[in-house]
Nanobody, 121 residues
Framework: QVQLVESGGGLVQPGGSLRLSCAAS????????MGWYRQAPAKERELVAR???????NYVDSVKGRFIISRDNAKNTVHLQMNSLKPEDTAVYYC???????????????WGQGTQVTVSS
């Protein structure tokens, strides 16, 4: 089995910063892409940022220049540094990872349990 455990959410004032972390553990041969998604009330889940195993990144337009994704492949961790936070960033943030058990089958997509980020004064 594989687990993704997130940490770092909370309440922050507009303009503030938070850093989310996600650690993958279990039967892991390798990890392809890792990333963060978010879901606000009454909205669909959306991609926030994603990084390939080679370091290529993509961000949703609304966070470009404010959020930075990083990962430590040796530790199977991914982080999201969130700066200049806005009330519209309020959502539950989910870690996602495409994990391989071996080199012969496609990766499986796993999700963390979610961590709440609230931006409010």
């Amino acid at each position: 089995q594989v687990q993704l455990v997130e940490s770092g959410g909370g309440l922050v004032q507009p303009g503030g910063s938070l850093r989310l972390s996600c650690a993958a553990s279990g039967s892991i041969f390798s990890i392809d892409a890792m990333g963060w998604y978010r879901q606000a009330p009454a909205k669909e889940r959306e991609l926030v940022a994603r990084m390939s195993s080679g370091g290529d990144t993509n961000y949703v337009d609304s966070v470009k220049g404010r959020f930075i994704i990083s990962r430590d492949n040796a530790k199977n961790t991914v982080h999201l540094q969130m700066n200049s936070l806005k009330p519209e960033d309020t959502a539950v943030y989910y870690c996602n990872a495409d994990i391989r058990y071996n080199d012969y089958v496609p990766p499986y997509s796993y999700w963390g349990q979610g961590t709440q980020v609230t931006v409010s004064s």
